[in-house]
């Protein structure tokens, strides 16, 4: 079965992000492609790039947001489309280890969009910005890891510092 | 042709599946170590099939699924001891050779295929009357 | 129509186009709101629910039949989640006419053909106009497929073969045409350059590789006008200094074309600001306009003087002449807002010089104030000090003080301007001395 025209569109979109942000280019001159797509994940954050093996399977880095407990850390995921991608939602997973009341020791998600709200009219881009969102906003009353919740919600605090420790430890390599 | 689904989340359907016990009763499997973000080693149960030798027995078994996996197929180990052709006597491991789902392995196989296999391998006319080892004795 | 109809309809409508519309290259890009949300493509037979959003017939027709619970009476609109009961199969003209015109590319492109037409042509192009397409060949016997453009006008079957009567192999009659000019190993061709004999398929790759062949050198860009056989091109390759420093330029090449996108860059940047800034000089315009009517009489009378002036010139000035004004104009604004500007400016420093003496007027009064004080008190110790011992003796004498007291107030308050003393010790006020002027008192307050 060939990619879906939607799937090639999305890639596309993706991939050239940096051209989305004209005032970004302006300090890049001169500079490695590499860099280049560096400098895109800095300003959105986001940063997407499929398998050349695979077109539906991506390998993704989120920012930790802004004034958040991950902020400087940067986070690899992995993407997978399914055969009936938009129809369901597309599966993913955090590959770096991540101290997130909605996120379990293995790195799956808890987030309403990838489940019961996923809308065939959501996209990629906007279903990593949710999970930037999360990160930014975590949700100890509807858990996936559990002792990770409980903790947020009994000392909020210390749950915030073990975040921000294992961001340092795991996402700033 | 389908799309192909990448190791990790293969392996979390199979980790799903298993946790769920939405497979076969007599076999059972799940992760080794919770944490491992590779998700490699795995533990897998085998109950004995029923009118053998191997009837009410409960069999333990490590399934490592490589970085390649499931293009190729994860290589298994008997932690139980169990006396039968394709299992290694000195160290437990299970010859792929003479297991035919580990021989002619294909992409859609998964570790519960394999040991619903081995389980079938057990009861095959010509091993289920082999004597075994005292049950609960360990390679 | 409501979701389970929709659904009906949908399944019924299996259709087997020739033609995946999604699946199209299209040619241009075109309007993002052209396109669905689910498939991504310009909307496909496009259906409305009742939030007013758009989606592809076929799009919806999936997406409820996997996200709807079961059977349940309403489905999320994908795009906002409104619950919609109802899918209207009314959308615009204007939006599917839109849709269809866009152009896009025969989908047959592989095989060769390059037509590019609007989407809404595309089936009927590929139907009965695309020379490229596969069809049953004519003789129901073959059971092959043969392109349309290469179908005989009597339906003859093409496949059958026929031999080569040069090489002895056996060719497909519909291709025969094709081996019989280019193909045929036993056809030979003389290269130009070289002399040599070669088979006419191989020419091409021959034309690559043949020694003899004139071509430029490398570094022909940068200007080396040398022309030599290819067999001798890397002895000068190897001398020519134009080759040497060909990396050179290179790397100065895309230097240049990064520093022209950089150029570009700052160029759109530097419109935006340049749209602003006259944005902003017009608002200025137009409020110097509202607020400066004062002085607008007298731009008024000068601006008379400068029309009447320019109305004795021909009128084929007339575009030039009104720019002059404005120009003019705009001058004598921004010379009016400089006055303006002094104006304020020389009121501020006169305030400030006004406030000055002011102030040094007040000094000066507040230390005089303070002299007199002083005066008064040094009066009243003195009256103290002369009545004191009147009071004494009062005291003593009883009956006669007031008398006394009568006679002794107009000599003080005569000592008083006299001889201001220069004591300052206060004493206590004493009762009857309680009757004073209201500006002594008031005085004393304030010191207080």
Known sequence: ?173 | MSAKVPRNFRLLEELEKGEKGLGAEACSYGLADGEDMMMSNWNGTILGPPHSVHENRIYSVNIHCGPDYPDNPPTIQFVSRVNIPCVDQRTGKVDPTKVPCLAQWKRDYTMETVLIELRRYMALPQHKKIPQPPEGSTF | MNIPDFLALEADSESGDLVDLRALDFVSSYDSHLMCPICHCPFVQPVRLQCDHVFCRKCLGSAITTVRSADSEEFPCPSCRTPATRISMNVPRLLINMCDEIQVRCPLLGDGCEEVVPRGHIQSHVEKYCGYRLVPCPDESCGKNTRKKDLQPDQRCMHSYCRCGRCNEDIMEQDFAEHDKELCPSLETTCVDCGTTIPQRTLKQHIETCPDVVSPCVASKYGCQVKIRRADIAIHEQQCPLVSIGPYFEAQNTRLDSLELTMRHLQQRNEIFEDGLANIRSTLRDFARASGNGGRSVIGGERDQQARGDADESSDLATAFSSHTTQYLLSLHESLREEVNQISHALTDLDARASMTIMNECLRIKEDMAHTNAAVNSVRMQVQWLMNPRLHNGARAGGIRTSTAGNESPRTQLTSTSAPGPSNAAGPSLGPLRPRRPSDSGREGTKL
Request: glycine content about 4%; hydrophobic content about 40%; charged content about 25%.
């Open chain 1, 1 to 173: 079965m060939a990619l879906p025209k939607r799937i090639i569109k999305e890639t596309e979109r993706l991939m050239a992000e940096p051209y989305d942000y004209p005032h970004v280019p302006l300090t890049v001159f001169g500079a490695s492609s590499d860099s280049l797509s560096l400098c895109i994940s800095r300003v959105s954050g986001i940063n997407a790039v499929p398998h050349e093996d695979n077109l539906r399977y991506f390998d993704v880095s989120i920012h930790g947001p802004a004034q958040s407990p991950y902020e400087g850390g940067i986070f690899r995921l992995e993407l997978f489309l399914p055969d009936d991608y938009p129809m369901t939602p597309p599966k993913i997973r955090f590959l770096t280890k991540i101290y997130h009341p909605n996120i379990d020791r293995l790195g799956r998600i808890c987030l309403d969009v990838l489940k019961n709200n996923w809308s065939p009219a959501l996209q990629i881009r906007t279903i990593l910005l949710s999970i930037q969102a999360l990160l930014g906003a975590p949700n100890p009353d509807d858990p996936l890891a559990n002792d990770v919740a409980q903790r947020w919600k009994d000392d909020e605090p210390a749950a915030i510092q073990t975040a921000k420790e294992w961001t340092r430890t795991h996402a700033m390599t």
